[in-house]
């Protein structure tokens, strides 16, 4: 899903701005990207409808402008699938029974911005679902239509069965059995194809098949043709559909080689040739079947993956030549601790991945704690070095609610890296059925690290250039925080969560400012005018000592205060006016800046200048996704300039993606860009002081 799919297109019926806001904020303040527009009458819904299709419609039942019938007839027309959500202070069974008989897909209470929040991410999810089934339903019908004119121009023999009798063959197919024409066999059972002597074999297989049993991938036979002849083939099965019934792909290839020789070409094709465990390919085909199975309820599954911790160290110190040996000796010691039953393989240049099957949780964590402790014991002899070989182990349990191979493999490398970023030499099992307590266990350590962090200076500042595309004198940075780890930076959204549920953004943020008025001295005295954007958190917004706090820092360091820009996203602002516009005033008497984040998101940003006097405005992400082929957003992020530059303010574009939106923002009269595709944030910055 791409950043644009994630931002709900939301459309507000509500006959005052205010409670359109209050819900917009309520939304925003639950994690829900919006990007918002309002009707109060029926015209107005009309040309909104027209204008943009929405994701979603939030009907208030007191909209005196349009009635809740009038906004569902309005919505349908032309077969446009939009969420309509009905919303109200106070809900009787009348009132439900009536939204929905008018058209709602759910009610939301009003005054419970839980309740909100939650009907918004079930509708937004379930409208996302049905567009991705009609996306897959359209692909399906073009893939059958090209794989129906593949079958029948490939020179494989190829056939599909249902139930033991022939429902499709290509031309191939007939050929090499002899006929001329698929009606000589359409609905004639594949057992006629089969010689006399392998007949018996074949009929098991087909009453295996009849109870669900899987089909081997291949089968060594003889083949019958029409004229009684036989030959030594082989016979390929896949699960396939015809005409929406499930049936058997099946093809027949002739025999050119031996059976010992197939068979052995077969391994070959599946093994990695440096570790002899299985290669990427067939483990990934294993992980489907083993997906497939748990979707319809089968037994336990699981898969691990295992990476050595400081693997470019361990090549340091035996050699990029000898790479090869110590990966093998690791895979071998791997192999001895699992059982034939489960697949290992190479999953990256050096990622071990075993499939395992048959094992509940704790047998899997118990294989896991094998395996890690198997290798902290190990010594490797690779060339004339000997070296350790420590290991992080990430997995996840496979069953009903993460059956999807993208879903299995992102939660086990997810574990995986949780696992390095922890120390190492750890493991670190994923189980779908007890993430609430895994989050809550999680939560404790990372508070632990967050407390340690701020009692022992563990934070890191990075800087990402923000580029002035009309030659703005000095240097401009915006500061992003890192929590130091034990293998290197931790990203804020590990620990910024955890931080801002137990109240501690406050003193991280005083952590920021300090270390920012530091760094920002260095390069004054060094003879670099610059500028830092320091992000601030709401819960500062409450402390009255912070202003004077700020005014005290820049004194002692004797640093000008525009050269401290403190931004905060529009949402957040809007949900604390008060003490922001407060902050802002106290904010102009140092002479510092401020900067609103996420600008154009609301109904009227504008409006909210009025208020809270900014500098500058950071334009929302939303509407940077695909810009050069967003004719609707390049428009957008214009108006939005145009009206900045009236209102004496300078714009930011973050997030660039590609040079071609660059020369979009320029001509769009962008005052500054900044994103990673210009340059990732670094430790360092440009001119660092020595």
């Not at 379930?126 to 359209?138: G, H, P, Q, Y």
Request: one cysteine or more; proline letters at 3%; glycine letters at 6%.
């Amino acid at each position: 899903m791409t950043k644009q799919d994630n931002v709900v297109k939301l459309l507000l019926i509500e006959d005052s701005v205010d409670e359109a806001e209050q819900l917009i904020s309520m939304l925003r303040n639950g994690g829900i990207a919006v990007r918002p527009t309002r009707a109060g009458t029926a015209e107005e819904l009309a040309v909104q409808l027209e204008t943009q299709t929405p994701d979603m419609i939030l009907a208030s039942l007191d909209s005196q402008g349009v009635k809740l019938s009038e906004v569902a007839a309005l919505a349908g027309r032309g077969g446009k699938d939009i969420a309509l959500i009905a919303i109200t202070a106070h809900a009787s069974e009348n009132v439900i029974v009536a939204a929905f008989a008018e058209g709602a897909r759910a009610l939301a209470l009003r005054n419970r911005a839980e309740h909100v929040q939650s009907i918004v991410r079930r509708e937004f999810e379930s409208l996302n679902m049905r567009r991705s089934v009609r996306r897959l339903e359209s692909s399906l019908r073009e893939t059958e239509r090209r794989c129906d004119a593949l079958l029948d121009s490939s020179r494989d023999p190829i056939a599909y069965v249902h139930e033991g009798m022939h429902v499709r063959a290509n031309k191939a197919y007939l050929e090499v059995l002899g006929f001329s024409d698929f009606e000589e066999i359409e609905g004639m059972s594949i057992l006629d194809m089969i010689a006399p002597e392998d007949a018996d074999d074949f009929k098991s297989l087909l009453k295996k098949l009849s109870k669900g049993e899987k089909p081997p991938q291949k089968l060594n036979l003889k083949a019958q043709r029409s004229d009684g002849t036989t030959f030594d083939a082989i016979m390929e099965f896949a699960e396939a559909s015809y005409e929406g019934e499930p049936c058997q792909q099946i093809s027949f290839r002739q025999q050119t080689i031996s059976v010992e020789m197939a068979k052995e070409l077969d391994v070959l094709r599946s093994k990695d040739l440096v570790t002899d465990l299985y290669n990427r390919q067939y483990c990934l085909a294993e992980l489907d079947r083993a997906i497939g199975e748990a979707a319809k309820g089968g037994k336990d599954q699981a898969l691990i993956l295992v990476e050595p911790d400081n693997f470019k160290a361990l090549l340091d110190t035996v050699g990029l030549g000898n790479a090869d040996l110590l990966l093998g000796d690791m895979a071998n010691l791997m192999r001895r601790h699992i059982e034939e039953s489960d697949v290992a393989g190479r999953f990256g240049e050096h990622t071990f991945g075993v499939l395992i099957g048959g094992r509940n949780a704790e047998a899997v964590r118990h294989l896991g704690e094998v395996l890690r402790k198997a290798f902290e014991e190990r010594i490797f002899e690779v060339g004339k070095q000997s070296v350790n070989a420590n290991v992080s182990i990430g997995g996840t349990l496979i069953g009903e609610k993460n059956a999807n191979a993208q879903a299995v493999l992102t939660q086990a490398s997810n574990a995986l890296r949780a696992a390095q970023a922890e120390g190492g030499n750890r493991v670190n099992i994923f189980d779908p059925a007890a993430k609430d307590k895994a989050d809550e266990e999680k939560n404790r350590h990372w508070l632990t690290l967050v407390r340690d962090a701020l009692a022992n200076n563990g934070f890191v500042l990075f800087y990402q250039p923000i580029i002035s595309l009309h030659g703005a004198e000095g240097e401009f940075y915006e500061i992003l925080l890192r929590m130091q780890g034990p293998k290197g930076e931790i990203a804020p959204n590990f620990f910024m969560p955890i931080a801002e549920q137990h109240g501690l953004m406050p003193s991280i943020d005083r952590w920021v400012i300090s270390s920012a008025i530091k760094a920002l001295a260095e390069r004054e005295k060094a003879g670099h005018k610059t500028t830092f954007f320091v992000k601030l958190t709401p819960q500062s917004l409450d402390d009255q000592t912070l202003l004077p706090w700020i005014s005290q820092q820049l004194k002692n360091a004797r640093l000008r205060g525009d050269a401290l820009v403190f931004e905060m996203p529009e949402s957040k602002v809007v949900t604390s006016l008060k003490p922001a516009r407060a902050f802002v005033n106290g904010l102009k008497q140092l002479h510092c800046g401020f900067a609103l984040e996420q600008f154009g998101s609301g109904l009227n940003s504008f409006q909210l200048l009025k208020h809270v006097d900014a500098n500058y405005l950071k334009i929302d992400r939303s509407f940077m996704a695909e810009l050069p082929k967003n004719k609707e957003n390049q428009d957008k992020i214009k108006e939005l300039c145009d009206q900045a530059h009236h209102a004496g303010k300078l714009t930011i574009a973050e997030f660039v993606e590609d040079a071609a939106s660059m020369s979009i923002l320029f001509s769009c009269g962008v005052n500054f860009v900044q994103g990673n595709f210009l340059q990732e944030p670094e430790k360092v910055m440009a001119y660092e002081t020595a």
